[in-house]
C-alpha cells in the first residue's frame, strides 16, 4: 500500500469513526466502505473492521455511560440474544462472491438511513422492552453483524426508537455497549481470521482513535452534525454499489 493511499484511508477512517460515535455507533460500516472504495480483499476487511469496531464501541461507551446515557436493563436482553448468533455468524467465512454483495445491501441500508438522520417515530415516553422481544431482536442483529463484520449499530438505534424502547439520549449509549459485545463475539467466532489483519493496523488504530475522541465529545454536548452525517451516508451507497455490481 503507497503512503497516499495509506494516508487517505487514515484520514477517512478518523472521519468515519468521528461521525459515528457522535451517534453512539463504532464506525463498521464506513470502515468496510473505506476498505472497499480502496479495493481491500474481503478477507481482510471483516477482522479489521471488526478488531476497530472493538477499540472504538470500548471507548465510547465508557464515555457514554459516564455521561449517563445509558440503560442496564435493556442491555442485557439485547445482548443475551446477540452475541451467541454473532458468535456462531463471525464462525462462518463467506465466499467472496457472497460476501461483497451482502455488505453492499448492508451499506446501502445503513447509506439510505444516515441520508435520513432525522429521529425514527418514538413514543413519548419509553417503555419497558419485552424480554423476549428485545432478545429476538438482539439475535437477528447478532448473526447479521457476525457475518459482516459489523456491530450492528446502524441497526439497533433506530431499532430501539421506534419501538419506543429507549428516547433518543440512552440510545447513543445502550448502542454503543450493543456494538462492543456483538463486535467481541463476531470475532471470537473465527479468531483464525486475524491472520489476515493489514501491517497499517496501527496506523488505523490511532486514526480512529482520534475520530472516537472527537465524536463521542460531539455526542455527549450534542453539536450537530446532521450534514456532515448524510455526507458518510452517500459514501456508503457509492461503496455499496461498488461492492454490489462489481
Not at 477482522?47 to 445509558?70: D, E, K, M
Not at 426508537?161 to 462492543?180: C, N
Not at 463486535?183 to 486514526?207: C, D, E, Q, R, Y
Not at 475520530?211 to 455527549?220: D, E, F
Amino acid at each position: 500500500m503507497d503512503p497516499v493511499t495509506l494516508a487517505a484511508i487514515c484520514l477517512l477512517f478518523c472521519l468515519g469513526a468521528a461521525l459515528y460515535t457522535s451517534v453512539g455507533h463504532a464506525g463498521a460500516s464506513a470502515y468496510l466502505a473505506i476498505m472497499a472504495l480502496f479495493g481491500v480483499a474481503p478477507a481482510t476487511m471483516k477482522p479489521t473492521a471488526l478488531v476497530l469496531n472493538i477499540l472504538v464501541a470500548s471507548f465510547t461507551s465508557w464515555r457514554y455511560v459516564r455521561a449517563g446515557q445509558f440503560d442496564r436493563r435493556l442491555i442485557v436482553p439485547l445482548l443475551l440474544g446477540a452475541m451467541p448468533l454473532a458468535f456462531l455468524g463471525g464462525s462462518i467465512t463467506l465466499d467472496g462472491a457472497i460476501y461483497r454483495p451482502l455488505i453492499g445491501v448492508v451499506l446501502m441500508i445503513a447509506g439510505v438511513r444516515l441520508l435520513w438522520p432525522r429521529p425514527l417515530r418514538q413514543a413519548q415516553l419509553p417503555h419497558a422492552a419485552p424480554w423476549p422481544g428485545a432478545a429476538a431482536s438482539g439475535a437477528g442483529v447478532g448473526l447479521l453483524s457476525g457475518l459482516t463484520g459489523t456491530g450492528g449499530g446502524i441497526f439497533v438505534s433506530p431499532l430501539l426508537l421506534f419501538l419506543g424502547w429507549s428516547d433518543a439520549r440512552r440510545a447513543s449509549g445502550i448502542a454503543a455497549v450493543f456494538i462492543l459485545g456483538n463486535s467481541l463475539a463476531g470475532l471470537a467466532g473465527n479468531l483464525s481470521s486475524v491472520g489476515a489483519l493489514p501491517a497499517a493496523l496501527p496506523l488505523f488504530v490511532v486514526a480512529v482513535g482520534i475520530g472516537a475522541v472527537i465524536g463521542t465529545t460531539l455526542g455527549t454536548v450534542r453539536l450537530p452534525t446532521e450534514r456532515l452525517v448524510q455526507a458518510i451516508g452517500a459514501v456508503l451507497l457509492i461503496a455499496a454499489a461498488k461492492l454490489i455490481l462489481s
